[in-house]
């Protein structure tokens, strides 16, 4: 196995933690990949890894090595890339933001794998700064308003919101006619995880943002349980239109003030500016961008700012 080949087995077995899971992944005895792994010690001198029974973990020089393996091994495949019939292959490491993830991309991944079978995927969820070099991570998917960064950011969608209540809340507090004529209603507050401040209702209104604070027996951080909160008829909420398309098909669901909605909420991919743009990752944002725009069509132009609005890089 030549030293390039080395490479790709130890930064499998340093992502999986797992000797035997890394050769399955590279069809690949066990025993080759350890072998690899020695072989890459015993030139560098130096232990990479720490082995114990239940897994493996990286050494300070094994976290160093694997950086570097990273860089040398997306040359490699940028600059096989340039000719023409190559195919994207490899570990593609993304983080996304939960609720982004389960309704967009995972019903969408098995297009994408039968689209490129050659192409592994890891997906970090969370909201949380990701330090995409330190941790290894090829891009990052956010909405909302970004904080300035030294990342390359490509704006992929702008995604439509609406103000929307429970038929239950409805019934019992009537159907709002006007953004500045709540007084009587209830809101279900969403805490910033940048603040922790609730954030008030958004509404445009001739083009101006416009914003409204009500009264608010629950305050919470969490995207499902805001809108498990207003299934309850606990208050209006402000979230993105595709998560609640269906229940306003339904009627279970009713929006409101449909005439001032909130802002759109850009989406948008993030990635180091210090590191190649490999082929996986143009591929991704190329799929994720096409993905996207079957939430948001261009017909339609409701805003959305909600759930991309309570989380920020």
Sequence with gaps: MDRIDGM?????????GSFVRAAEDLGLPASTATDAVKQLEARLGVRLLQRTTRQVSPTLDGEAYYRR?????????????AFSGARPRGLLRIDVQGAQARRVIVPALPRFFAEYPDLALFMGEGDRFVDLVREGVDCVLRA???????LIARR????????????DYVARFGLPRRWDALDGHRMIGFRSSATGN?????FMVEGVRKTAMLPASLSVNGADTYEAACRQGLGLIQV????VEAEIANGALIECLADTPPSPTPVTVLYPR??????RVRIFIDWVAKEYARWAPPERTAATRALARHSRL
């Design 8 to 16: 790709r087995v130890f930064a499998r077995v340093l992502e999986r």
């Design 198 to 202: 609730v954030l008030p209702l958004e």
């Design 240 to 243: 993105p239109r595709y998560s």
């Design 274 to 279: 210090s590191r190649q743009l490999s082929l």
């Design 144 to 150: 909302g308003e970004l904080r300035e960064s030294d």
């Design 69 to 81: 393996c990273l860089a040398i091994l997306d040359d490699i495949e940028e600059a096989e890339s």
């Design 156 to 167: 992929v969608a702008t995604l439509p919101e609406a103000t929307v209540a429970s038929a």
